[in-house]
């Protein structure tokens, strides 16, 4: 993966990205790597982790530490975190990309398929958040006499929301829902982790090219491709770009609590 924005920006850091295995997690990871950070990557298969690691590690990135873990599961992210902790001393950030789609109109919408949506997506992000704080972040602070950290390091969360939180989409009451509440819930942790000097942000793409469209077909992909202002859907590094910059404190140190919209201008707040 090329360097784009500061080389080596990341250099001495160690990062998490939860999705690692494929589509946009995959790609931030492979973007943070070439920039100098040490990946932690969380996802649910340990084989296809194996293989993203190996990829990183072939382009001549740090090698990862693959962590398998269910986002949903509280054991298993505490665990995650335990195991960057053990492995690094030190984790800078978190990028919180892993999710699902359980598309049905509401009528057909089964409870079950609602709840599985919302654990992945919105309590997979507050697990993160509050085990990195709860083992990490909140230690350092209580350390310095409860004062705000002021030891230059970059500290930070990148959320995944979608343009879809903010447009709706039909079959898809249980994302939207998830998505709305993570930018909301982005903008609480940014105010508290203000005094750990963490950046919490989000980013909320439109489609971008990955499994999780599949089922949409090439002819959808076309049409929303040209309900964007610039003729095409995203590519997943489009959006681990975006991600990239928003993590690198010389780029984006004095932006918290805000959600970027990275959908080619098909929807405009
Ligand atoms: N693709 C898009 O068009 C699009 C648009 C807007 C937002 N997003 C968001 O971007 C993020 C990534 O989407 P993508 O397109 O790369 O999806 P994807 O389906 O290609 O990849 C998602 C990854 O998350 C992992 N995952 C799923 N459930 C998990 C769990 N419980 N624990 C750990 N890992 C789990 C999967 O195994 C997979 O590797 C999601 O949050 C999605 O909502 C995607």
Redesign the pocket.
Same mark, same amino acid.
């Given at each position: 993966m090329e360097c784009v924005l500061r080389e080596r920006a990341f250099e001495g850091e160690t990062h998490i990205v939860?999705?690692?295995?494929?589509?946009?997690?995959?790609c931030v990871a492979q973007v943070l790597a070439a920039h100098g950070a040490q990946l932690v990557l969380?996802?649910?298969?340990p084989g296809?982790l194996a293989e993203a690691a190996q990829e990183i590690k072939t382009a001549g990135g740090l090698e990862p530490i693959a962590a398998a $873990?269910? %986002?949903?599961e509280e054991v298993d992210v505490q665990r995650a975190v335990g195991i960057a902790l053990e492995a690094t001393g030190c984790i800078n950030g978190v990028v919180n990309? $892993?999710?699902?789609?359980r598309d049905a109109r509401i009528p057909k919408k089964s409870y079950e398929d609602f709840k599985a949506v919302m654990? %992945?997506?919105l309590y997979?992000t507050f697990l993160f958040t509050r085990e990195v704080a709860a083992q990490h972040w909140h230690l350092l602070f209580k350390k310095n006499d409860n004062q705000p950290l002021a030891d230059g390091v970059n500290r930070f969360i990148v959320n995944?929301?979608?343009?879809?939180a903010r447009n709706g989409n039909i079959g898809q009451i249980d994302?939207t829902a998830a998505?709305g509440a993570i930018e909301a819930v982005t903008r609480t942790t940014a105010r508290e982790f203000a005094s750990y000097r963490a950046r919490v942000n989000a980013i $909320?793409?439109?489609?971008?090219?990955?499994?999780?469209?599949e089922k949409i077909g090439t002819e959808g992909i076309q049409a929303m491709g040209r309900a964007t202002l610039v003729g095409r859907?995203a590519e997943?590094v489009d959006?681990a770009n975006t991600v990239c910059a928003i993590a690198d404190p010389k780029l984006f140190g004095y932006t918290s609590g805000q959600v970027f919209a990275a959908n080619g201008g098909m929807y405009m707040a």
């Amino acid at each position: 993966m090329e360097c784009v924005l500061r080389e080596r920006a990341f250099e001495g850091e160690t990062h998490i990205v939860t999705g690692a295995a494929q589509g946009i997690g995959n790609c931030v990871a492979q973007v943070l790597a070439a920039h100098g950070a040490q990946l932690v990557l969380v996802d649910l298969d340990p084989g296809r982790l194996a293989e993203a690691a190996q990829e990183i590690k072939t382009a001549g990135g740090l090698e990862p530490i693959a962590a398998a $873990a269910n %986002v949903a599961e509280e054991v298993d992210v505490q665990r995650a975190v335990g195991i960057a902790l053990e492995a690094t001393g030190c984790i800078n950030g978190v990028v919180n990309v $892993a999710g699902i789609t359980r598309d049905a109109r509401i009528p057909k919408k089964s409870y079950e398929d609602f709840k599985a949506v919302m654990a %992945v997506h919105l309590y997979g992000t507050f697990l993160f958040t509050r085990e990195v704080a709860a083992q990490h972040w909140h230690l350092l602070f209580k350390k310095n006499d409860n004062q705000p950290l002021a030891d230059g390091v970059n500290r930070f969360i990148v959320n995944f929301s979608s343009v879809s939180a903010r447009n709706g989409n039909i079959g898809q009451i249980d994302y939207t829902a998830a998505k709305g509440a993570i930018e909301a819930v982005t903008r609480t942790t940014a105010r508290e982790f203000a005094s750990y000097r963490a950046r919490v942000n989000a980013i $909320a793409p439109g489609p971008v090219n990955t499994p999780m469209l599949e089922k949409i077909g090439t002819e959808g992909i076309q049409a929303m491709g040209r309900a964007t202002l610039v003729g095409r859907i995203a590519e997943p590094v489009d959006i681990a770009n975006t991600v990239c910059a928003i993590a690198d404190p010389k780029l984006f140190g004095y932006t918290s609590g805000q959600v970027f919209a990275a959908n080619g201008g098909m929807y405009m707040a």
